[in-house]
């Protein structure tokens, strides 16, 4: 199988907002007021975590129909941590990125626990997302 591409344009539309578009649609991400934004729309980090329970969901159901049990749903709770002192220009101490993300899965499923543990695994291991975010990956920034 040959590699997938995807692509997205973005633009301003103040300090705070971006519109992000990407195949037919646009996606607005925003600041919420106390960070000086309008709040229309989540904020990058918050995307981030949209992105990977996004991912865990497809990802979820595609190996639930390999291992042949129904999956009627998944709920996600997500939850990062992140110190703002180096987005801020306060502290160098800690990146800027989370430090750690936690995710509970809920799964709504006819499976048993040692059938729900080997799709666990298999799941962590093949989300894109989840792979983005816990190893490292070749990012270049330049001007255009």
């Known amino acids: 199988m040959s590699d997938l591409k995807f692509t997205a344009r973005a633009f301003s539309e103040s300090p705070a907002k971006t519109v992000v578009e990407t195949r037919s649609f646009k996606i607005i991400i ?3 007021e106390s960070l000086g934004g309008t709040d229309h729309g989540a904020n ?3 995307y981030v975590l949209a992105a990977l329970a996004g991912c865990l969901n497809v990802v979820g159901h595609m190996i639930a129909s390999e291992l042949g049990f129904v999956l009627r749903g998944i709920e996600f709770e997500l939850e990062g941590t992140l110190h703002p002192g ?3 220009g306060t502290s160098s101490e800690k990146r800027a990125g989370y430090s750690e ?3 509970k899965i809920i799964p709504d499923a006819d499976a048993n626990e040692e059938v729900l543990a080997k799709w666990l695994e298999i799941v962590k291991e093949r989300c894109p997302v989840s792979d983005n975010l816990t190893n490292p990956t070749s990012v270049s920034i330049e001007l255009g």
């Open 30 to 32: 925003d600041e919420p």
């Open 44 to 46: 990058p980090v918050e």
């Open 86 to 88: 180096k987005l801020f």
């Open 101 to 103: 993300i936690s995710v």
